[in-house]
């Protein structure tokens, strides 16, 4: 897989630009959604320097909660309700959430007090339902945006 994996300088989108058919490549032959989810969270982790990357995954059963996935940064909450949080924001309203400072998110989650911005993409399965979402946390202010989103969505459209 190392054959994949390139250095990716330049701006925002063409590192993403870049990055995007290397995800592509990893995970097009491989169908556990669990790999996908763990290459995809280090490809974007390593290529960007996020403070934390990862997936949260809808859990089956009466209790609508997102459970932690694979992801890379430090510690990370393992659950959380659907509407709680920008996470479960993103989920209750099928739609990416990009937060500039998550002090100023009404009801954010602190998992770490170092998390200072934050994007959230949802993530679909064949009939259009939230089956995940991709969560982003900065140490910086301000770092996400419509190149972030827009990005990201292509990515979560691959898995």
Not at 1 to 10: N, S, V
Not at 52 to 64: K, L, N, P
């Amino acid at each position: 897989m190392a054959e994949h994996l390139e250095i990716i300088e330049g701006s925002k989108a063409e590192k993403y630009a870049a990055l995007l058919p290397q995800i592509q490549s990893v995970i097009e032959d491989e169908s556990d959604t669990i790999a996908n989810m763990a290459n995809v969270a280090a490809m974007l982790h390593e290529t960007f320097h996020f403070w934390w990357t990862g997936f949260y995954r809808v859990a089956d059963g009466a209790e609508q909660q997102l459970v932690l996935g694979p992801f890379q940064g430090p510690l990370a909450c393992t659950r959380i309700r659907k509407g709680r949080g920008v996470c479960g924001t993103a989920w209750a309203e099928d739609k990416t959430q990009v937060v500039p400072d998550v002090d100023q998110f009404p009801g954010h989650i602190a998992c770490s007090s170092a998390s200072r911005s934050e994007i959230v993409v949802p993530l679909h399965d064949s009939e259009g339902h939230v089956v995940a979402v991709l969560d982003i946390d900065s140490a910086e202010l301000n770092t996400f945006d419509d190149v972030d989103r827009l990005w990201l969505e292509r990515i979560a459209a691959l898995l």
